[in-house]
Nanobody, 124 residues
Framework: QVQLVESGGGLVQAGGSLRLSCAAS????????MGWFRQAPGQEREFVAA????????YYTDSVRGRFTISRDNAKNTVYLQMNSLKPEDTAVYYC?????????????????WGRGTQVTVSS
């Protein structure tokens, strides 16, 4: 059973950068879609970005496109989320997830493997 562990969260000022990592304890297979979601207090968990493991095709929600970059290191079984030009509204717990059927990138309900999350706080 693959387990996902996020790291790299923290407190940063607006305009700053953070890089989140998601390390998989087991093998990530080619049909996986690896995604990042976030959940702010009192809000629904929302899609942020995703990447297809084999092709490297990426997907972003509009609010982060151009500021965030998702990438993966196949050899390290690790997915990254580089976050630049951070805004206070980016404050949330960020979760890594795996969609193991490769059918979709955006649908939260299709992801069946989740990490525990890492807190990102952006001060104004």
């Amino acid at each position: 059973q693959v387990q996902l562990v996020e790291s790299g969260g923290g407190l940063v000022q607006a305009g700053g950068s953070l890089r989140l990592s998601c390390a998989a304890s087991g093998r990530i297979f080619g049909n996986y879609v690896m995604g990042w979601f976030r959940q702010a207090p009192g809000q629904e968990r929302e899609f942020v970005a995703a990447i297809r493991w084999t092709s490297g095709t990426t997907y972003y929600t509009d609010s982060v496109r151009g500021r965030f970059t998702i990438s993966r290191d196949n050899a390290k079984n690790t997915v990254y989320l580089q976050m630049n030009s951070l805004k206070p509204e980016d404050t949330a717990v960020y979760y890594c997830a795996a969609e193991r059927d490769g059918r979709t990138a955006y649908a939260k309900g299709a992801y069946d493997l989740w990490g525990r999350g890492t807190q990102v706080t952006v001060s104004s």
